[in-house]
């Protein structure tokens, strides 16, 4: 029997990221979704091609000061997360992640899904500053290209 396009994305998360052996790594999970709507209903993307996920975004406003903590590796990934705070005027867009599934890569599904929250985040937030940590070069490719067109300054871990 094959696997469902959810259960082949968490596959992928578990390969990629393998969080579960990196308590630093923000895992995923129900609670830490919910909790990233809160930050910011953008903060979650998804995209269904009618039988289930084949491309999930996570990204989050928060504040320069705690991106520059987390550049400098002062904060880790899940406590730049915890420590994001609700309801304040944010000024910067960590990058979290950004999974697709193989036949759907190279369509540009994920950048315009990120694109697109960006641009709602700035609506109501001043952003000047966007930054990564990628695993992979496909996830730099994709940062890069999505810094230049939001025209924000890309930060890497």
Request: aromatic share 8%.
């Amino acid at each position: 029997m094959s696997l469902s396009n959810f259960e082949r994305m968490i596959q992928l998360a578990e390969e990629v990221f393998d969080s579960k052996s990196d308590p630093d790594q923000l895992e995923v999970n129900e609670e830490v979704l919910n909790h990233l709507c809160k930050i910011h209903p953008g903060s979650v993307q998804e995209f269904d091609d009618g039988n289930g996920p084949v491309v999930w975004v996570l990204l989050f406003p928060t504040t320069n000061e705690l991106m520059e903590d987390f550049l400098k590796n002062k904060v880790s990934e899940k406590q730049l997360f915890e420590l994001t705070p609700l309801n304040v005027q944010y000024d910067a867009i960590y990058l979290c992640s950004a999974m697709v599934l193989e036949e759907y890569r190279r369509k540009g599904i994920a950048q315009q899904l990120t694109k697109d929250a960006i641009e709602e985040i700035r609506k109501s937030h001043p952003i000047s500053s966007l930054f990564v940590w990628p695993f992979t070069k496909e996830g730099s490719s994709l940062s890069e290209k999505i810094s230049t067109s939001v025209g924000l300054q890309l930060k890497i871990k």
